[in-house]
């Protein structure tokens, strides 16, 4: 197969970037897209070119490292799968791909595709935890929980952190992210007595690193490539407005 | 410096019953009182299970710790992948495990090439890893009752691997780094995320810290530290094609390495069976199909060449082929195990069908993987709900739907059992410089059975390294070395020298180029199976294409900036070195065991004959310089309690 390629470079953080335009050719169709990029990058070498910096390391849509914006969509054209699983067979022989970084003030391009998603690790670190030390802890089947409560809270936990619900949200809201955490730890008997102290300080911190507000236009759930559902954006905004007549963490969840 | 002429393994295992070892052994090791553990700075390098955990629970206790990974966040670190599940002892079957049978089958899975005490310990702190994990939120599958649920795991006879879905790797280590954000909140540990570690530096035979290049700025580094920790992964990517993350390495570990700390059993790598097989030349990594699939799929290839030729050319369909004519040689052969025989064992197999020319798919290196008659007896529901991602992440890499065609398979380079030398403390040779999980070589011996490296990292991390860590920085003043020292200038220099003579080279191939040249060599000559006529030459071959490397290589860029294809380059250097040890370890080890086949030494049944006479020994190897051949150390292994055995999974 053969593609017009216009991909984003910018050498770096403080530089200005433009779409530049390569050919490529011989791409196999069971290559992966970002196989296709690693000919590309070994053509770029063999000129003497600067290869096409991007992020990736599992290959195999888990770590969320990869990112990219093809053809104006994260992960580019299919649904709920991540870059490095997106394959060639996905595009026409002859068509033009075009390449971008994910664009939100929160993420700031590091180099070409590259970009600065640290915001994710401090709204994380900011509360999205259960303040548990290592050790002392009760046996692991002392608390029943009910086997869809379990399922529920893991479909929010598969959240890989790519940052595709950011990229694709036209004010670049974080809510996505933000909610799947608070919401898994919501649902499980663990994350109950510091519920409502969580949610207000990781939606601090996500108003403080320059995210967007959230006006439901749902586009972060339809380029997720986990599926997570908006139906944890309700359910953060439930437990918000809950937390507002809580002064504190207390066992009947008002104080 | 290399070690005196009398100097000796010291694996200070403890003395008394197995079963009370570890327990008298923290009663006897030193502690450092609460007020004073903030006095003490670590450094650990990596954020995967072994690191984050480690990190966390060492911060807790009131160490001050600095750590490091090269991706851009610890929650990506390459443990995020594991999909099957973690092993522990809690018998919540009702099934007949124990502690003991944990510890048993781990020793013999490892075909009695590891220490019983590591492995004993190990099994003991299993129980305390779920508890752990369950309490920080993390959401294993449960059963109606809403206890956890357990499935049976890579051939094991009771059910004790907990799971979350497939993707029980991501659900652990997002556990493990909400408790490392929790204590870089408390102002308890230093993340550095995007800076690689290409130095140890050792001051008075004391690891004191290491150097460092910010990926970013490509600004070099030092830091000092009491002590530091390595837990910085596999390095199953010096074979280029892996299930490992594109950027897993042996850079942390080789570095310790050069500096001093012996490295083990080099050549005990695991090749696991159940892989999508290759594709074309651009395969940039190999994709796992987790291992549980073998508890409904049943593996075959046709019994007549003739057929599997007209299956590669698609002259035929898969589910055209007769009952008759198929070869379920797993269930042939191992009537009692069948299909769930241990990961060597099955690899084995799988490629001696396809020698044989009966392997299947374009290249005739894949076996099938049949689910036709789980579907019929269970239903597609029942199929689709215990591998439906697994099925879908299938079909999305090989556009085929395994619900109509049986998949295809080839086993590929997964794990990697060898690595840094330590003690029971976890120490490797050079005094406060540790290493935990998979950069170790401590509990897995030859071959590593499913569920049990996620185990380990985490046991290592939250359940081992906070006691014996103690016990050295105990003993250490609170003054740290300064990271003006000579020493660390000395190392800064070596790596800014390595790295300019990369960038300088200016020559015609690429990185990957010969890292994939690299890579064919390990896996035809020092992969699956081994001779030492095939080893010699190999050994030739990488040094051949090394010194090519060292002339030929193309960089482009510069230092002082995001520089990918250097920071490969640099990696690739110290594979070169590794590949050449392993080959030489696995030379040297004149016996098969676990993965680790010489075809030379064979049961008449084709299954590994082991050597207990003469090689019941961890090889460590002492590096002593550059071009000069490793020095052999051997630490000799004590069966006690497991009685040694010709494995047989009949
Ligand atoms: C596809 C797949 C599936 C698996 N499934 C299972 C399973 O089901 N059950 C099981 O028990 N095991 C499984 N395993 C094995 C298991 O995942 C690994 O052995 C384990 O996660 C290794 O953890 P670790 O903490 O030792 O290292 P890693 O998770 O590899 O982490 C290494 C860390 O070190 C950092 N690092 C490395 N070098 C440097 C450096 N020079 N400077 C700075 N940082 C550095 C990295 O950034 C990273 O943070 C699987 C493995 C694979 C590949
Ligand atoms: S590279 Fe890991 S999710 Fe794509």
Redesign the pocket.
């Known amino acids: 197969m053969k593609f017009t390629l216009k991909i984003w470079r910018q050498a770096g953080a403080n530089q200005s970037g433009e779409l530049k335009t390569y050919e490529i050719d011989n791409i196999s169709s069971d290559m992966s897209f970002l196989e296709m990029l690693d000919v590309l990058n070994e053509n770029l070498v063999q000129k003497g070119e600067d290869p096409v910096h991007f992020d990736h390391d599992?290959r195999?849509g888990i770590c969320g490292m990869c990112s990219l914006y093809i053809n104006g969509r994260a992960h580019g054209p299919q649904r709920a799968i991540t870059t490095c699983q997106l394959h060639m067979r996905s595009f026409n022989d002859g068509d033009t791909i075009v390449i971008e970084p994910w664009r939100a003030k929160a993420f700031p391009v590091v180099k070409d595709l590259v970009v600065d998603r640290s915001a994710f690790d401090r709204i994380i670190q900011a509360g999205g935890f259960v303040s548990v030390d290592t050790g002392g802890v009760p046996d692991a089947n002392l608390i029943p929980i009910p086997k869809d409560t379990a399922s529920e809270a893991m479909d929010a936990a598969t959240c890989i952190g790519c940052g595709a619900c950011v990229a694709t949200c036209k004010n670049a809201s974080a809510m996505l992210f933000v909610s799947a955490k608070v919401s898994q730890l919501a649902m499980l008997p663990q994350g109950q007595v510091e519920r409502y102290s969580r949610v207000e300080k990781m939606v601090a911190q996500m108003d403080e690193e320059g995210f967007g507000s959230c006006t439901n236009t749902y586009a972060c759930e339809a380029e997720c490539p986990k599926e997570i559902s908006v139906t944890n954006i309700a359910r953060m905004n439930a437990e918000y407005l809950k937390s507002k007549f809580t002064s504190s963490d207390s066992f009947a969840g008002k104080s | 410096m290399p070690l005196d002429d009398n100097f000796q393994l010291d694996s200070k295992i403890p003395s008394g019953p197995l079963a009370e070892k570890w327990d008298q052994h923290k009663f006897d090791i030193k502690l450092v009182n609460p007020a004073n553990k903030r006095k003490y700075e670590i450094i650990v390098?990596?954020?995967?299970?072994?690191?984050?955990?480690a990190s966390a629970s060492l911060a807790e206790l009131g160490y001050n710790v600095r750590a490091?990974?090269?991706?851009d966040s610890?929650r990506?670190?390459?443990?995020?992948?594991?999909?099957?599940?973690?092993?522990a002892a809690k018998n919540y079957q009702n099934d007949g495990d124990s502690v003991y049978r944990l510890f048993y089958d781990t020793v013999k899975g490892g075909d009695y090439r590891s220490r019983e005490a590591n492995v004993y310990r190990l099994s003991q702190v299993s129980v305390n890893i779920i508890d752990q994990a369950v309490a920080q939120g993390v959401p294993f599958a449960r059963e109606y009752g809403g206890l956890l649920s357990n499935r049976s795991?890579g051939g094991a006879q009771v059910s004790r691997t907990f799971?979350a879905k497939g993707q029980?790797?991501q659900q652990l280590?997002l556990g493990a780094y909400s408790a490392l954000s929790r204590q870089v909140a408390a102002g308890k540990v230093t993340l550095?995320t995007r800076?690689?570690?290409?130095d140890v530096v050792i001051v008075d035979g004391k690891a004191c810290g290491?150097v460092?290049r910010n990926l970013i700025s490509g600004e070099i580094k030092s830091y000092s530290a009491h002590a530091v920790v390595?837990?910085?992964?596999?390095y199953?990517n010096v074979f280029y094609l892996?299930?490992?993350?594109m950027?897993?390495?042996v850079?942390?570990?080789w570095?310790a390495h050069r500096k001093g700390a012996l490295f083990a059993n080099p050549c005990f790598t695991q090749i696991?069976p159940t892989c999508i097989p290759v594709s074309g030349h651009y395969q940039s990594k190999l994709?796992?199909m987790?291992?549980s699939l073998r508890n409904d799929g049943r593996v075959w290839v046709p019994k007549d060449i003739a057929v599997s030729e007209k299956l590669r050319k698609k002259e035929m369909r898969p589910r055209d082929v007769a009952e008759a004519d198929r070869d379920y040689y797993l269930e042939r052969k191992y009537p009692s195990f069948g299909n769930l025989v241990p990961r060597d064992v099955a690899s084995r197999n799988a490629k001696d069908v396809c020698d044989e020319g009966r392997g299947v798919g374009k290249t005739g290196l894949a076996v099938f993987l049949d689910f036709s008659d789980a579907i019929n007896r269970d239903g597609r529901d029942v199929i689709e709900a215990k591998y439906g991602n697994l099925f879908d992440m299938y079909k999305q890499i090989t556009g085929e739907n395994p619900y109509e065609t049986p998949m295809m398979i080839y086993p590929a380079v997964?794990?990697t059992m060898g690595g840094l030398w330590v003690d029971y403390n976890l120490m490797t040779t050079v005094p406060g410089l540790y290493a935990?999980?998979?950069?170790n070589f401590s509990d897995h011996g030859a071959n590593?059975l499913?569920?049990?490296?996620?185990?380990?990292?985490l046991a290592?991390?939250y359940f081992v390294i906070p006691y014996t860590i103690g016990d050295y920085l105990a003993r250490q003043p609170y003054k740290k070395v300064s990271a003006d020292h000579q020493a660390f200038k000395e190392a800064e220099k070596g790596v800014k020298d390595s790295i300019d003579q990369l960038l300088n080279m200016k020559g015609e191939r690429s990185v990957d180029d010969f890292h994939r040249e690299l890579g064919k060599i390990m896996w035809d000559y020092c992969g699956m199976s081994r001779t030492a006529e095939g080893l010699t030459k190999a050994r030739q071959m990488v040094k051949d294409l090394k010194v090519e490397f060292e002339k030929n290589l193309k960089v482009i860029g510069s230092a002082d900036e995001l520089n990918q294809t250097l920071e490969k380059a640099l990696r690739v250097k110290d594979f070169f070195e590794l590949a050449e040890l392993m080959i030489v370890d696995a030379f040297e080890r004149n016996e098969s065991c676990g993965g680790h086949f010489r075809e030379e030494y064979q049961t008449p049944d084709g299954e590994a004959l082991r050597d207990d006479e003469n090689y019941r020994y961890v090889a460590a190897w002492e590096y002593l310089g550059e071009g000069k051949d490793e020095k052999l150390h051997k630490e000799d292994l004590d069966f006690e309690y497991v009685k040694l055995t010709q494995r047989s999974y009949k």
């Open positions: 599992c195999e | 390098i990596g954020t995967g299970l072994a690191g984050a955990s490091f990974c090269f991706q610890a990506r670190a390459h443990s995020i992948a594991a999909q099957g599940g973690i092993n795991f799971y029980t790797g280590l550095h800076e690689e570690m290409l290491v460092t390595l837990a910085s992964g596999g199953g892996s299930t490992n993350a950027g897993s390495n850079t942390a570990a570095k696991h994709t796992l987790s291992e997964h794990y935990l999980g998979e950069c590593r499913g569920a049990s490296a996620l185990m380990q990292g290592d991390g």
